[in-house]
């Protein structure tokens, strides 16, 4: 069975490694909705900040200067580089829903790139937050124990053994996620989560 291609999905990893970062990012409930505030920075240097108040309207970007000089602006070298993402659909983004989504294909606005990265970030926080813990994918469903992630060498008995958890969990079908490198493990709970 052939999969499609989902340009949306190769768009959002393309942004998960690209010069990009979100820094100072918080979180908080608003008025009608999840509201969050950040800094967007585009090769160490701090080029927006991001303010979603919660309120159910758009969220802002308020640039700090571009390149030339000129206040307010987005630089070409990023215009440049969200030119380049592939063209995605709602059902793309959507893929997931049941509804009938629009497959005509839109490029990426400045706005729907800072979207994604705060998202993709609160994502990435999100995860470092369950990694705390021992975590693990079993049978398809990510599992987390009551042992932090710094214990995962602790030496339990198991079937009359002592041995470290990690071996543990190997023995029992689990694919432990904290011995993982940090993008596979992000990916694993991306994608059973």
């Given amino acids: 069975m052939k999969t499609k291609k989902n340009n949306h999905k190769e768009s959002l990893d393309l942004l998960r490694n690209s010069d990009f970062t979100v820094k100072k990012l918080v979180t908080f409930n608003g008025h009608e909705g999840m509201g969050a505030n950040a800094d967007i920075y585009w090769k160490n240097r701090k080029v927006a ?9 758009e969220p802002y970007v308020y640039w700090t200067a571009d390149w030339d000089g000129d206040i307010g602006g987005d630089p070409q070298e990023i ?28 490029e990426w606005k400045t706005d729907d790139v800072i979207n994604a990265l705060v998202h993709i970030a609160e994502e990435r926080r999100n995860f470092k937050k369950i990694l705390r813990k021992v975590c693990g ?28 958890l990690r071996e543990c969990l190997k023995l029992t079908g689990v694919k432990c996620l904290n011995v993982l490198p940090e993008a596979e493990a992000f990916d694993i709970l991306r994608q059973h989560a």
């Fill in 49 to 57: 900040d991001f303010i979603d108040v919660g309120n159910g309207g």
């Fill in 79 to 106: 215009r440049d580089f969200i030119a380049s993402l592939p063209h995605y659909s709602q059902a793309e983004e959507y893929e997931d829903s049941d509804y009938d989504w629009d497959d005509t294909r839109k």
């Fill in 137 to 164: 994918l079993k049978d398809g469903t990510i599992r987390t124990w009551k042992y932090k992630a710094s214990e995962i060498d602790k030496e339990l008995r198991h079937k009359g053994k002592l041995m470290p």
